[in-house]
């Protein structure tokens, strides 16, 4: 166990091990949904709301079922299980009693399945052997600063959308060269809190 | 079959390639470029997995119910993930270190997933397998690609081999996140501009 305070974790999720800008996970719904600034700011929310959860859920049972059985290695399949279980029910739930949440969150649910950002997540937590509040602080930052990423690039993408771009450029390769500058700037935050 | 094969691998490494082209499975293509070793057995390790569990998946096509065939393939695919993962465990452990998370994150991959639901659920076993491993072949040349002027230019090296003398400067940039970023807004760009395809854009993956 690392002596790290969870609020460092959480800091350090959010800005100097930005998911996106330094760890590249979860790009895929990064470059297809951050065309408005609203639909992104819906699926970060849902993602940051899932990342929490499942953080938890995987670190109970990677650290009071898995390692007492001596299963580690399977720990992939369990975690995608469990992820994919703990989304199926949040839509059924979400669906039953608050429609309104539901029409906001409901189309990116089954996406999450699928976002690297979030097996990601648990698999680092075990990499670096976080405890319970150090998981549920870097769960809850990752989610954040994945959010922050996404509503940042939607807001550039909007205001660029009719600047014309030479050719071939337009879509994901000006997406890429918009990320690279943020995580150009976002370099300037190392230093300021250190993890690992 | 031969013309049948020729044409799925032309395809899947040149005219369709999953990472330039269909802008999928980016995450490990961005992280693991800064050396050309850890390029290269990423890239195997995804052939080694995209070619089985498109074979797997095809195998058990008939008998699949349509509305799980999601979790099935999830768990095709984390079988042989395990596999790459206790293999590289036992016998490259450096490696292993060095790749961390990105070798578990091989699941979430959406090439593998894009070809089992695109290719493999309609295709007998042996065109998947093909299909497989020339869409992973394609994703390895260009993380080759990539990491090649990451690692020239970073470290003044290919393969740990010093090629640029020691009086080259690094370009620290390259070697740190954002120049991946710019390595593969590149590589898109040259290959849009220059490899036009006939098929309208697809705006990005869903998975």
Aim: aromatic fraction near 12%; glycine fraction near 8%.
């Amino acid at each position: 166990m690392i002596d790290i305070h969870p609020m460092v974790i959480f800091f350090a999720a959010i800005f100097t091990n930005n998911m996106i800008l330094s760890n590249f996970l979860g790009m895929c719904s990064f470059i297809a949904v951050s065309n408005e600034i609203k639909t992104s700011l819906s699926l970060g929310q849902a993602v940051t709301f899932v990342l929490t959860f499942t953080t938890l859920l995987n670190y109970v049972v990677y650290h009071y079922i898995m390692v007492p059985l001596g299963l580690e290695y399977l720990r992939y399949i369990v975690f995608i299980i469990v992820i994919a279980a703990f989304v199926q029910l949040v839509e059924m739930i979400i669906d039953r009693y608050f429609q309104t949440l539901y029409y906001a969150l409901g189309i990116f649910l089954p996406l999450i399945t699928v976002n690297c950002a979030i097996l990601g997540v648990s698999l680092f937590m075990v990499i670096r052997d976080y405890s319970l509040m150090q998981s549920l602080a870097f769960g809850v930052g990752s989610g954040l600063g994945w959010t922050l990423a996404i509503v940042m690039l939607a807001g550039i993408r909007q205001r660029i959308k009719k600047n014309p771009l030479p050719r071939g450029l337009e879509g994901p390769g000006i997406t890429l060269i918009i990320t690279g500058l943020m995580a150009l700037a976002f370099v300037g935050f190392s230093g300021m809190v250190t993890i690992q | 079959m031969a013309a049948k094969t020729k044409k799925i691998f032309t395809l899947g490494v040149w005219k369709d390639n999953p990472v330039y082209r269909q802008i999928l499975g980016i995450c490990s293509a961005l992280a693991v470029t800064n050396l050309m070793l850890n390029s290269l057995v990423m890239g195997v390790g995804l052939i080694f997995v995209t070619s089985l569990s498109s074979f797997t998946v095809s195998l058990l096509r008939n008998h699949t119910p349509k509305h799980i065939r999601m979790m099935v393939q999830t768990l095709i695919i984390s079988g042989y993930v395990i596999i790459v993962d206790i293999f590289l465990k036992a016998y490259l452990p450096s490696m292993s270190e060095a790749l961390g998370p990105y070798v578990g994150l091989i699941i979430t991959n959406c090439i593998i997933m894009g070809r089992a639901e695109a290719f493999a659920q309609f295709n007998t076993p042996i065109p998947s397998f093909f299909d497989g491993m020339a869409n992973g072949i394609g994703y390895a040349l260009v993380l080759l690609f990539i990491a090649f002027f990451r690692e020239l230019l970073g470290f003044g090296s290919l393969f740990g081999f010093n090629i640029l003398g020691p009086n080259w400067v690094s370009w620290t940039l390259m070697i740190m996140p954002p120049g991946a970023f710019f390595m593969l807004a590149i590589v898109i760009w040259i290959t849009k501009r220059y490899l036009p395809g006939d098929e309208e854009k697809k705006g990005g993956a869903t998975a």
